[in-house]
């Protein structure tokens, strides 16, 4: 009868689980990817950068503008013309006409036309590389998250077979007690250390839904809804150090660093030009006309194409482009000590991730075997007990040990596979988990 409700509790189990959203990782990177809101915000970044790389933003293209004018005006004229003829006349109406179309285009201003336009395609990789940083860093904040969730179910996995131990423990004291053989302090204690593990399973369960909640809110999903998660940590063993140094050119916060460096030399380029003379060659078609109702000339009109070119040439300003040039200067030697200090910094986390990753790998060797030791312990003491061989506080003090060596072993797993990742975001390989 017993074997039956467990079936049948089991078996509802494993509906009420298929009920839910089982979700494997590279579901939620993926969901992640296409919810994120940040990624979205860069790429509206990337979008406004290609847009503005264009040689009619940097100067480049014809500028063609056209022009109207209109007037008209009651004047008094009071003329005296050399012949000795006089002219009075009020309220005369006049009126000035004038429409042209005029082009122009560059021809030469210090090349800054061409500094600009590549300081605009830089501008435009440089985002490219930002938003490649935002998904490596979306992708490990949503694998740390997950994997976050199999450690505390981990740990629920132990709580859970502390309390069975509890339970075999309780269930011996009270058939003890029922032939006389307990007395009232041991049941009480065993019940009172259940108890206490019941505790700490309910506490446990907030912990592991307050981590589901905040995965959720990394993939941009409701908060409420119903996930979840049956997998296990397992950790890459065969990072090496050299290689993650040697791939942290491809880091695409590095990357961008470089970016800026060409940007801000770029700049320096395209405020030297502004010294230059700005040649500039120019065509049009113009037709003016003058008409007065009284006056010398009652009608002026012309028309016909005009063509030229302009030469600005910069004599004195103030030393105002030549300070721009200077500051221009200092920004470049700033972009490159700011590569150098991210260099530096990513260089040590580097070397801090993979100290902690190997650390933690040795560890891992021998708490695994701690913790088959003490659970082999626990069934041991349980089975002392159950012959009068141990006390309640020998099962209880292997119950700690097993407890102790269960947290130890999850954590120092977890603490692999987050260097592991740590390692991976800096040389640019997530991407290589989700595929």
Known sequence: MKQTVVSIFLFF??????????????????????????????KNLVEANTVLNN???????????GSLTDNEQIASINQKLNTGVS???????????ALGVTGSILLYNGNRVIATKARLATLVKQSEQQLNAQV????????????????QQSYMKTIEKSIDASNQQLQIVQARQSVGLANNADLFQAQIDLNALVQAQQSQQLIIDQAKTELLRQLTVNSDSSIAIQDTIIVDRNIQLDNVLNKLNKNADIIAAQDQVQINELLV??????RYPSIRATTGYNFSRNKAAAGQILLNQNYGPSVGVSIGIPIYNGSIYKRQQKVAEINVNNAVLDKQILMRDYSAQVVKSFQSYTSTLKQLETEQQNYNLSNQLLELALQRFQFKQATIVDVKNAQQSFEASG???VNLNYAAKTAEIELKRLANELNLQIQ
Request: charged share 15%; proline share 3%.
């Open 87 to 97: 002219i009075q006349r009020d309220a005369a109406a006049t009126n000035n006409f």
């Open 13 to 42: 189990s494993m509906l009420c689980v298929k009920a839910q959203n089982i979700l494997r990782l590279p579901d939620a990177v993926n969901i992640a990817l296409k919810n994120s809101l940040d990624i979205q915000l860069n």
């Open 136 to 151: 490596q860093n979306i992708l490990a904040d949503v694998m740390v998250g997950y994997y976050d969730i199999v450690r």
């Open 269 to 274: 380029k395209e405020t030297a030009a502004l």
């Open 407 to 409: 947290y130890r072993l």
């Open 55 to 65: 040689y009619g933003v940097a100067g480049g293209l014809p500028l063609v503008t």
